[in-house]
């Protein structure tokens, strides 16, 4: 059983399709770990583009939320909690603060901690756990971050999740892919937003 970290946003629309396609490709053979990042983080000083801005502020205000509940419950709690607020955030189209409250609720955690959407005390611990996605790449990069048996690699960007049988290929490529210690990049153009739907489904 291999280890697999998988380091997003919650708020990252991408991340939402590579780790449903992570834990539908991989859950029941390796040990995948969910594990906070920050596009507000990574953004702090540079000039963001007036588009991206509301995603940059979206990833701020919930970030402290999984920093809160981490730190009230555990940090297995992130797992639980992203894929109730994934659901609700990128499938069902609701406002984040509206997305943080059904999600706290579903989860069965405290609602009390929807308080910490503006509460700048988290933001400490949303950057200690910033930090350790670009350790554990070795660099700066955006979400998501996959870590494989403690190799790290930028992606994979998954402009939707692929068929059953094509998702457990690509994972089982890129678990080759992360043998070869010679290996650094490989990269294509992508546009648009994602999409949610399964291949099957498109």
Known sequence: MIA????LDPVCPFAWVTSSWLLDSAASTHQVTLRQMSLAVLNEGNDAETGH????ERSRRVGRIFA???EKYD????ATLYREFGVQLHLKGRPAEAA???????????PALTGALDDAAYDPAVARAHRASQDALGGPGGSPIISIAGRGFAGPVLTAPP??????ALLDALLTTATVPEFAALQRPYQGSPSFSPAADR
């Open 4 to 7: 697999i970290d998988l380091y």
């Open 68 to 70: 809160a509940a981490a």
């Open 163 to 168: 068929h059953p049988d094509q998702g457990r």
């Open 100 to 110: 943080s409250i059904n999600a706290l609720s579903c989860a069965g955690l405290d």
């Open 75 to 78: 940090e297995a709690v992130f």
């Open 53 to 56: 801005r509301p995603m940059i």
